[in-house]
């Protein structure tokens, strides 16, 4: 598509539920990017794919969070469990190359409650 | 740890003044750095990118300058409108690397 995609744009789910966030970069973009930004600060970075292999996780504050691009095109953000500090915006962002620059979405808007 | 502009200061301008954005980033091996735009509700958009083989670079109505000795990064904006009222990020990423780095950004408001 012509930009980064995100679905939902914003979630409000219980305290214990788990969610699914969904990404569609750009399209041919090989590297993909999740990023969490809470208000007034800079995106804190995730996790990372090149195609489909997941490249670094390091980002992931537990083991709650995971994230799959199974095809090497469309990304799903997984939170199991969810808590209140969950509570953030998520953005995901893609790039042509490893390095190059990157384009975000619009990014998911999780409250949980 | 890693951090590219540790706190998320205010400038305030005058509409058709310039504006000057400042950055400092702690990793001497970064060697391409990234300015972005976040308008209010919107995902950080792309302005003007600069490697560290230059100490700068110009585009429309912005100017990147890049000094590694004191790893200072700004940027700025000729005849400021209001329409550039946001924050703007500073963002850092290495050789090799993909893993970019941003700061906390610059809420920039221009007064008409």
């Known amino acids: 598509g012509a930009g980064v995609s995100q679905s939902p744009r914003y979630k409000v789910t219980k305290r214990g539920q788990d969610v699914a966030l969904r990404c569609d970069p750009i399209?041919?973009?090989?590297?993909l990017y999740w990023y969490r930004q809470a208000l007034g600060q800079g995106p804190e970075f995730l996790t990372y794919f090149n195609y489909e292999a997941q490249q670094d996780k390091s980002g992931l504050p537990n083991d709650r969070f995971s994230a799959e691009r199974p095809e090497g095109s469309i990304s799903t953000l997984t939170i199991q469990r969810t808590e209140q500090r969950d509570s953030a915006m998520y953005r995901c962002?893609?790039?042509?190359?490893?390095?190059?620059?990157?384009?975000f979405g619009e990014g998911s808007w999780l409250t949980v409650v | 740890g890693e951090s590219v502009g540790l706190h998320l200061p205010t400038l305030s301008v005058q509409e058709g003044d310039n504006s000057i954005i400042n950055c400092a980033y702690s990793n001497s091996a970064s060697d391409y750095f990234i300015w972005y735009k976040q308008e209010s509700g919107k995902g950080p958009q792309f302005i003007i990118d600069i490697r560290s083989n230059m100490d700068k670079r110009q585009g429309q109505r912005v100017t990147v300058l890049l000094n590694k000795t004191v790893k200072h990064l700004s940027l700025q904006i000729a005849a400021t409108q209001p329409g550039d009222s946001a924050v703007y990020f500073c963002?850092?990423?290495?050789?090799?690397?993909?893993?970019?780095?941003f700061g906390a950004g610059t809420r920039l408001f221009v007064k008409a």
């Open positions: 963002a850092e990423n290495r050789s090799g690397g993909f893993k970019t780095i």
């Open positions: 962002a893609s790039s042509l190359a490893p390095g190059n620059t990157i384009y």
């Open positions: 399209s041919g973009h090989v590297s």
